[in-house]
């Protein structure tokens, strides 16, 4: 195959939500059976914890990963994923990749990209504009062969049919455009003992009834009792405040700043928690304090012990 010169224009697009940003260089052209480097800038701020970077590529398109800033690359069904259970800790980064072209890609190829992130334990998205690029080269069209007349011969000359061959053109498969849903580990619950209720029973009064006299004992009057008023919090409900999850351990001494923290061992990950509160303004009043110093957390909610989100 022909190998064309590839024209390196750069092409930036950014997407913006927020505080956070991706910005990529790739090339508005390439041939077909060549590759290309392209890196891919994100700004995430002070996003932690879960994050994920999606690109989706059409047909006669492979991305493989050069470097993925210590998160987890795969390439299937046209779509490249790196998912990071604790992104990196820089507010930007950057991550590169290698985008190769087939021999049989189509002319002009879309590239799409995503950067999934947690806040507030809710999943939120940033939304790259699309890049286009288009693909030189490809399979030439046969010729057709004009037919030979004899001049010697009397007879006419019967019309050759000189219709060329339908040139075979390879369908381009379409691309899937219903985004595969984000895989998100569950957070399993810390049992926790809860803090029996002490409570003192009332001793009975024995009314000794006055042997002469003869008037019925009075009924004592029922002492009227004022419901408490209504907690915000349900009974047996506890609210801690989770700051970070790790596949290996991390040291307490890393969240001096959190106060007292502590760090489980739950399917393989290392959940750090902080905090035991009975109302839940109480835990977003103390996950605020939190991240004005630099410490990135949620809201996790437990009842009778048993952590239920």
């Known amino acids: 195959m022909k190998k064309l010169l590839t024209i390196?224009?750069?092409?930036?697009?950014?997407?913006?939500?927020?505080?956070?940003?991706?910005?990529?260089?790739?090339?508005?052209?390439?041939?077909?059976?060549?590759?290309?480097?392209?890196?891919?800038?994100?700004?995430?701020?002070t996003v932690g914890n879960f994050a994920k970077y999606q690109m989706d590529v059409p047909a006669g398109i492979i991305v493989t990963s050069i470097d993925a800033k210590n998160g987890n690359f795969t390439f299937e069904n046209q779509r490249a994923k790196i998912v990071w259970v604790s992104v990196p800790s820089d507010p930007e980064f950057t991550i590169k990749l290698k985008v190769q072209a087939a021999s049989d890609a189509p002319s002009s190829v879309?590239?799409?990209?995503?950067?999934?992130?947690?806040e507030n334990n809710?999943?939120?998205?940033?939304?790259?504009?699309?890049?286009?690029?288009?693909?030189?080269?490809?399979?030439a069209v046969a010729a057709v062969t004009p037919t030979e007349t004899?001049?010697?011969?009397?007879?006419?000359?019967?019309?050759?049919?000189t219709t060329p061959a339908p040139?075979?053109?390879?369908?381009?498969?379409?691309?899937?455009?219903?985004?595969?849903?984000?895989?998100?580990?569950?957070?399993?619950?810390?049992?926790?003992?809860?803090?029996?209720?002490?409570?003192?029973?009332?001793?009975?009064?024995?009314?000794?009834?006055k042997p002469t006299e003869t008037k019925p004992v009075e009924a004592a009057p029922v002492k009227k009792t004022t419901a408490p008023a209504a907690s915000t919090s349900e009974a047996g409900m506890t609210f801690k405040v989770q700051i970070g999850a790790y596949s290996t351990e991390p040291s307490k001494?890393?969240?001096?700043?959190?106060?007292?923290?502590?760090?489980?061992?739950?399917?393989?990950?290392?959940?750090?928690?902080?905090?035991?509160?009975?109302t839940k303004e109480e835990a977003i009043k103390?996950?605020?304090?939190?991240?004005?110093?630099?410490?990135?957390?949620?809201?996790?909610?437990?009842?009778?012990?048993?952590?239920?989100?």
């Open 253 to 278: 001494s890393r969240f001096a700043g959190a106060g007292k923290v502590n760090v489980d061992l739950i399917n393989g990950m290392y959940k750090v928690t902080t905090g035991n509160f009975k």
């Open 286 to 309: 103390y996950r605020d304090e939190l991240q004005s110093k630099g410490y990135s957390g949620f809201i996790a909610k437990y009842k009778d012990g048993v952590r239920i989100n």
């Open 167 to 209: 040139t075979e053109t390879k369908p381009v498969e379409p691309v899937a455009t219903t985004p595969t849903p984000t895989e998100t580990k569950p957070v399993e619950p810390v049992a926790t003992t809860p803090t029996p209720t002490e409570t003192k029973p009332v001793e009975p009064v024995a009314a000794t009834p």
């Open 150 to 161: 004899k001049p010697a011969e009397t007879k006419p000359v019967e019309p050759v049919a």
């Open 110 to 118: 879309t590239f799409s990209q995503k950067f999934y992130y947690l």
């Open 122 to 139: 809710e999943k939120k998205e940033v939304e790259a504009t699309p890049v286009v690029i288009s693909i030189g080269g490809g399979s």
């Open 8 to 45: 390196f224009a750069l092409t930036s697009f950014t997407a913006i939500f927020s505080q956070i940003t991706i910005n990529g260089n790739f090339p508005t052209s390439m041939s077909a059976g060549s590759s290309i480097d392209a890196d891919v800038k994100i700004v995430k701020g």
